[in-house]
């Protein structure tokens, strides 16, 4: 199954006036040339060299030790060369710098999410939250984590949480995916007597389709679930949505429903 990749803050949006209408960094501090170092560094970012950028952020650092946004450009350097345990271990010096940065708590949070640490993720970005509620990109990370964790109702809750702050299309397909998990853990439970309950997950879908129409997973898990619940006509009318995107996934998809005719 495919997920979307956690999201990480870049250089670009940390330095950014605000975030969800709330003060992330200031754009200057006392004693340092930031204009000039930073950038360049978001030049860099842009161009995606990033091992100019780890090499930029190290002459950073050697000029200020203590800067954390020197430290967060560096770990957004190695997380975009795909380095995580040398991100994590800049995050991590930049948050000793300065603690209260949602950004950088998000970032470590993604960073932990990439080498596949859900359970040390979910803290980081717990606290991401805590300091800036409203951040939206913090709590899909939490919902990720929690997901990976198998906590999907945990997750929902992340998702949820983040909709009501900025409903994205992401933010919808996952909570998809979850509401999906959440009701099959609930059916076992219960030794798969009666009947699933698909519909805050059909919901979900949908409205992930209204926003991203082309979509061809959820097109083909949305058809799977109508079909297990009886609904054969909306599941091959999604059918064929698919097969006028993409023939090969509609016949795959066409085995699927087939398994649940009547």
Request: charged share 20%; aromatic share 12%; proline share 5%.
């Amino acid at each position: 199954m495919r997920f979307p990749f956690p999201r990480a803050l870049t250089l670009i949006l940390w330095t950014a006036p605000a975030i969800a209408g709330q003060s992330v960094l200031p754009l200057s501090e006392p004693g340092r040339s930031m204009p000039d170092w930073a950038a360049h560094a978001t030049e860099l970012e842009i161009r995606g060299d990033w091992q100019g950028l780890v090499e930029w952020s190290e002459e950073w650092i050697g000029t200020e030790p203590e800067s954390s946004l020197a430290w967060f450009t560096l770990g957004a350097a190695h997380a975009g060369a795909e380095e995580y345990s040398d991100a994590v271990a800049a995050y991590i010096r930049s948050i000793r710098s300065t603690v209260d940065n949602p950004a950088t708590w998000n970032n470590l949070g993604h960073a932990y999410l990439k080498q596949k640490r859900p359970d040390v993720a979910s803290e980081a970005l717990l606290e991401a939250v805590a300091l800036l509620p409203d951040f939206d990109i913090a709590w899909f990370n939490l919902g990720l984590a929690y997901f990976e964790m198998e906590l999907p109702d945990k997750a929902i809750e992340a998702y949820e949480t983040a909709i009501s702050i900025r409903p994205t299309y992401a933010y919808w397909r996952q909570l998809g995916i979850a509401y999906g998990h959440s009701e099959l853990a609930r059916w076992r439970a219960a030794d798969f007597r009666g009947e699933m309950d698909n519909t805050r997950e059909i919901d979900a879908y949908l409205e992930a389709l209204r926003l991203q129409p082309e979509d061809t997973f959820v097109l083909h898990t949305l058809a799977v679930t109508y079909a297990s619940s009886g609904n054969m006509s909306e599941a091959w009318e999604l059918h064929a949505r698919l097969n006028r995107l993409n023939p090969t996934e509609a016949l795959l998809l066409s085995a699927d429903i087939r398994q649940f005719a009547r």
